[in-house]
């Protein structure tokens, strides 16, 4: 998002940002599997999902 903000244009930085939005739902799965993998507790995992979750609704509202 960062880089996207020191681009010319405003479809560049949706770009990034729409970058960044798929990468926060990657991370999303990524705990979601270390839940199911025992790596982290079910608590852990559901705290991380909701400010995970919180990201993509910011992202998702920047790009609107």
Do not use: P, T, W
């Not at 880089?3 to 729409?18: I, P």
């Not at 199911?36 to 507790?41: A, K, M, Q, R, W």
């Amino acid at each position: 998002m960062a880089e996207g903000c020191a681009k010319y244009s405003q479809k560049d930085f949706v770009r990034f940002l729409q970058v960044s939005l798929g990468s926060a739902y990657e991370l999303e799965s990524h705990i979601i599997l270390c839940e199911d993998l025992n790596f982290i507790s079910s608590n852990s995992a559901k705290l991380i999902i909701k400010n995970i979750q919180k990201l993509q609704q910011g992202i998702a509202s920047l790009i609107k």
